[in-house]
């Protein structure tokens, strides 16, 4: 049985997920929280073109996750240049 952030995810720890994927990541390094969450939603864009609605509410839920970690200054929205 999966758990809750599976279903919503579609990955089993979002916390972690972003911790080791998304903070490490050179998009968030150069750019930011806010670059991530457009990348984003451009994939599910994708998925809502190649019929994947499933897929694309997982992406958008974790889109989701980013801008509220960014809304509580867990994460930078942008880097300052």
Do not use: H, W
């Not at 998009?27 to 991530?36: A, D, F, V």
């Not at 073109?49 to 992406?59: L, S, V």
């Amino acid at each position: 049985m999966k758990n809750n952030q599976s279903e919503m995810y579609g990955i089993p720890d979002i916390d972690l997920y972003i911790e080791r994927s998304i903070k490490t990541s050179f998009t968030y390094r150069t750019t930011g929280g806010n670059m991530i969450v457009a990348g984003l939603m451009s994939d599910a864009q994708e998925f809502i073109a190649n019929d994947c609605p499933e897929a694309a509410r997982q992406t958008l839920n974790i889109a989701k996750a980013v801008l509220f970690k960014i809304m509580d200054g867990q994460l930078v929205g942008d880097v300052a240049r």
